[in-house]
């Protein structure tokens, strides 16, 4: 889109701006509980962090750490020089120059874990075109032997790869899936497109993030004609073809 800068697009791509549009359309209930917002490592709670938490900055992509079991004492130190070089980041300049992400405010959230032992929760991505939901990529074990499976939103995989293998068997649909088509077209309906971003844990439909340029839209998709679907599906509401 080489329009004007919509104010929406940006705000929502702030991962902790986006908690109060969220709140706002779909109920405080489906936002991953906050523990801390901070704007530098000094103001880290090493209290806070004993308990399995994310850290995630939320100015950019690619600041995200892990702490399933909590942070050790140890560790304090690292965490802090980690925030604050997140923080320091400028992610428009130093990433993909995708505009959502210019004058951002930069600093980081610390969210519940919401996985089950030491495992994060797969990741139920939603590609939605004008309000509707037309494709859902499965991203499980995000941070070890990450697989990536793209089915159609009848649960039907498609024939295509990615930069990341598909599962070697199409993933269970998760409880509370119809919830979730639900929350990511009402999400994704204020977009002519968005990636709406979900998890399920123990059947209840938790928000991840709302991504504009998934990838910097430098993402391959093999065969090139389902990325000229997408493409005629995005420009014209053209149906991807079986």
């Known amino acids: 889109n080489l329009g004007p800068p919509d104010p929406l697009v940006s705000r929502t791509a702030d991962k902790y701006a986006v908690r109060a549009h969220v709140a706002d359309r779909i109920g405080e209930e489906h936002l991953v509980p906050l523990l801390q917002v901070v704007y530098s490592g000094a103001e880290l709670d ?33 965490l802090r020089h980690t925030v604050d070089r997140w923080v320091a980041t400028d992610f428009y300049r130093h990433g993909m120059r995708e505009r959502s992400y210019r004058d951002l405010v930069p600093r980081v959230v610390v969210e519940r874990f919401l996985g089950h032992d030491d495992v994060p929760p797969p990741d139920y991505k939603f590609f939605v075109f004008h309000g509707t939901p037309a494709v859902v990529v499965v991203d499980e074990n995000r941070f070890a032997d990450h697989t990536s499976t793209m089915l159609t939103p009848g649960w039907e995989p498609f024939a295509v790869a990615n930069r990341f ?41 938790y928000f991840g993030e709302l991504t504009h340029y998934p990838g910097g839209g430098l993402v391959r998709i093999r065969p090139r004609a389902f990325d000229r679907a997408l493409g005629e599906l995005w420009r014209s509401g053209t149906p991807i073809p079986d």
């Open 46 to 78: 090493p209290d806070l962090l004993r308990e399995p938490c994310v850290l995630k900055g939320t100015h950019g992509c690619e600041m995200t750490e892990l702490l399933p079991g909590g942070a050790a004492a140890a560790d304090l130190e690292r």
């Open 165 to 205: 293998g598909a599962a070697s068997t199409v993933p269970s649909r998760p409880a509370g899936y119809d919830r979730m088509l639900e929350i990511a077209a009402t999400l994704g309906k204020e977009f002519d497109f968005v990636r709406v971003d979900l998890y399920g844990v123990d059947g209840h439909v």
